[in-house]
């Protein structure tokens, strides 16, 4: 058995843009940049680098996200990479893109947070519409977190003492 599988925690680059197949289907596209931060070994300066991600998603889900994301909403991504290939019009070479077509959507901006203002929907969205019952999921601000750019040796090492649970 193979495995396609997905998991980002990022910020919109801008607001979802949602339209309609031609059979009426909605499908909303976006873009998530993920950030990652470190020092380097030979400087100690820190570094930082973007990657930048297109989403897709489809039915209900398409709804949820144009209706409760905007440019700076923080969420978590769940979904299958799917590369799409076409030949370019003008000059007649072949062009990649890959999306992650969204499957799981959690919003984790805090009721107050939310940059597009109005409603924070809280509990997570998915493609086949159900969502989870559980009353013991932590709000996202009380999840612990490690830290290990403040490692001052250098090392990428977690220790057992740095884990906060």
Known sequence: MD???AMIIGRLTNDPQMRSTQTGQNVTSFSLATN????NRNTGQQQE???FHNIVAW???AEICSQYLKKGSRIYVEGRLQTQSWDDAKTGEKKYRT???LENMIMLDSKGQNPGGGNNFQQPATQN???PQNNDIPAAEEIPTINV???KNGSDDI???DIPF
């Open 3 to 5: 495995l396609n599988k």
């Open 36 to 39: 990652r931060r470190w020092n």
């Open 49 to 51: 680098d973007v990657q």
């Open 59 to 61: 039915g209900k889900v």
């Open 99 to 101: 999306e992650i077509n």
């Open 129 to 131: 519409n159900t969502t």
């Open 149 to 151: 750019d403040d490692d």
């Open 159 to 161: 220790k057992i003492e």
